[in-house]
């Protein structure tokens, strides 16, 4: 059996390795279609609560303007959807991983206006934060957080290998997005992804 765990993880390694190097050396050409973010972040939140049943940790989804909504309006972005969901995906089971039991995960999302120039006007930015109650991260490590391999100093009694985040930073900067981790004030910590809405 443990044999078999082990197996599980070196395949699970080899292909997170493997989809990391293609994004990295830009083999990987992105294929963009119109993706409805609200859909994706809903059944991101919908799995992601699956999987935190087991420390009684909530994910919750607040679209945008939600409150007398039953289901939010479409969301849309150019993107290639199975990339956006599994860079996305990776930073909420990253959440979940470091949450302690019985909290915590909000899911958001607003929209920024970005001034250009005279001439090419005002484009908007869709901004996704995922918000946890961990421990947060050491300052220090804030900027390397995103690079392959790298542990933060807090995660010695998690498993994982450190390429999860390096994933989704690699998918966003191909959308011509970005992505940052910020410490909260009232603890834990939040991933703020912004991304380009379709014009």
Known sequence: MRRERESERMDSLVGELLELSRLES???????EAVDL???LLATAEDASFEGMAKNITVEYKALGEESQLVPAPLMLAAQQDLLHRAIDNVVRNALKYSPNESRITITTLIESVALNVITGVSKNVVVTVSDSGSGVAESELETIFQ????????????G?????????QVIDAHGGTIVEINRPEGGLSVVIKLPLQA
Not at 26 to 32: F, N
Request: hydrophobic share 40%; glycine share 12%.
């Open 26 to 32: 830009g083999v990987m050409k992105i294929e963009k």
């Open 38 to 40: 609200n859909e994706l």
């Open 148 to 159: 392959a391999f790298f542990r933060g100093s807090n995660t010695h009694s998690a498993d």
């Open 161 to 169: 290998h450190g390429v999860g985040l390096a994933i989704a930073k």
